[in-house]
């Protein structure tokens, strides 16, 4: 933390418990460990105070009940994936208003699709060919899948105001909406990845393979140098200085 401003804490459920497997066996032998949750909570809390450093868990909604209330107790803020963020009832995208305070908001993160991968879908083709999926036709289920998701994004940024017509025929990628919606949004931090800057097709990482895909070797489209002078980039960072709210203390 003496070298940062805030720290992510990668599968944060781990301060509460990890599933072990033992060495050779198969994953069915494996158990949940408990680990001293509030004595890592305390200590994360100790060193961001002395340290002056915001703590950001990446839950992703699939942690334990109570997981997230007890996060927020200790002001580690939740991790956001706008995809991910689904009303439980109607399955409608939660709209910027209703994200908590305590949170990070963002499309994604290293292990999932960039916007322009997730909205053609390059992360199901790669699947696909890398014979990634348990089940025959589960690559059809998932591309069903992901024109309802195209269309209930669509649908979130109407119902935000942003929406721009006719995406769901042409099929440009929405990347100036999305970034509006995320700036919109009550979390404390909306964060634009360098990905979604470099409007890249491919993710990073490809969670379940090693040899299979080149993860953490993909270069970026654009160097640092040419980046900064990207005009798509500099309208992305544009709209996140002018849309993100003022919230109580003061700052954006």
Sequence with gaps: ????????IDHVVALQHLYWVPAGQPPASGAYVRYPMEELIGILALESHR????????????VPEG???????????SYRVLPF?????????????????LALATFGSHDLPTLRGWWQ?????IREQLDL????????????????DRAALIDALG????????????????ALGVHRFLARSRAAIAMVQVDDLTDEADQ???????????????????TIEELVDDPGAFDVVRIMQEERPRHEGGGR
């Design 67 to 77: 997981f997230r209330e007890r996060m927020t107790e200790a002001a580690i803020l």
């Design 51 to 62: 340290h002056q450093c915001l703590v950001i868990g990446e839950d992703l909604g699939t």
């Design 85 to 101: 963020e689904q009303d439980a009832e109607s399955g409608a995208l939660v709209l910027p208003a209703k994200y908590p305070y």
């Design 1 to 8: 933390m003496r070298h940062a401003g805030a720290l992510r």
């Design 159 to 174: 119902a935000a105001g942003i929406g721009p017509t006719g995406l769901r025929e042409t099929g440009t990628v929405p």
């Design 133 to 148: 999926y348990p089940e025959p036709g589960e690559a059809g289920r998932q591309r069903a899948r992901r024109r309802h």
């Design 121 to 125: 879908g390059r992360d199901i083709v």
């Design 204 to 222: 990073v990482n490809l969670p379940t393979t090693t040899d299979e895909h080149p993860n953490w070797r993909r270069r970026q489209k654009l």
